[in-house]
């Protein structure tokens, strides 16, 4: 079975500046997708980015990019010049591409500061 | 925009009653999935339906079932509810098969007190 970790229960980061929230997974296959979700308090939870993980291009969504390692099986996701809306639960997973279901992480809280 | 709909935002029940939460997507999608949400684990899978009147198990299905009747709808039944299950109930969506690099699409979520 997929495991996916998230090992920062919580993160925080000055306004304006740029946080990393790590992800690694274990997996057997070779055909999979890697997605980061946000969770803002209270608020239905959001798509952030996607990989695949036959592109070794790292994807990128205007202030979120991912830094992603197969043979490694970390998959980072970076936000640069961070904004207080940034401040949300961020969710890892994994999903195969022959299984519609997806493995989550236990979340990273990120706070971030004014 | 795709809708994925939970009926109760807040629902309060007691210990042994019958609770259904309900769940509606709007966009056609043949998969569907509950997970529960709670501190410190993340999110775990309950149950999920690749097609109507069909049903997978999750991790955790113990003390639930489900029913999907209709394509849009996937109704997620607590048959004698206890404290344990006290918990953030989150309804998701997605495309099928050729669809399974898009990731879900979530709904508001019910928060659930068993008293």
């Known amino acids: 079975a997929q495991t996916v970790t998230q090992s920062q229960p919580e993160m925080s980061v000055q306004e304006a500046e740029t946080v990393t929230l790590s992800c690694t997974y274990d997996?057997?296959?070779?055909?999979?997708?890697l997605f980061w979700y946000k969770q803002p308090p209270s608020r239905q939870m959001i798509l952030v980015i996607r990989?695949?993980?036959?592109?070794?291009q790292n994807a990128t969504e205007n202030r979120f990019s991912v830094n992603f390692q197969k043979a490694a099986k970390s998959f980072s996701l970076k936000i640069s010049d961070s904004q207080l809306g940034d401040a949300a639960m961020y969710f890892c997973?994994?999903?195969?591409?022959?299984?519609?279901?997806?493995?989550f992480g236990d979340g990273t809280t990120l706070t971030v500061k004014p | 925009d795709v809708k994925v709909t939970q009926s109760s935002r807040y629902l309060v029940k007691r210990t042994g009653e019958k609770v259904f939460l309900e769940c509606v997507q709007d966009?056609?999608?043949?998969?569907m999935f509950w997970y529960r949400q709670d501190p410190g684990l993340g999110l775990r899978l309950i149950y999920f339906?690749?097609?109507?009147?069909?049903?997978e198990k999750g991790d955790i299905p113990e003390g639930y079932s489900v029913s999907r009747e209709k394509k849009e709808r996937f109704s997620l039944i607590l048959e004698s509810a206890s404290t344990n299950q006290t918990s953030m109930y989150l309804c998701?969506?997605?495309?099928?098969?050729?669809?399974?690099?898009?990731?879900?699409?979530f709904g508001s979520g019910t928060r659930l007190t068993v008293v």
């Open positions: 998701a969506s997605s495309s099928g098969v050729t669809g399974v690099g898009y990731g879900y699409t």
């Open positions: 997996t057997s296959e070779s055909d999979y997708y």
């Open positions: 990989q695949e993980a036959y592109k070794q």
């Open positions: 997973a994994y999903r195969s591409a022959s299984a519609g279901k997806s493995t």
């Open positions: 966009m056609d999608h043949e998969n």
């Open positions: 339906s690749y097609d109507v009147k069909m049903k």
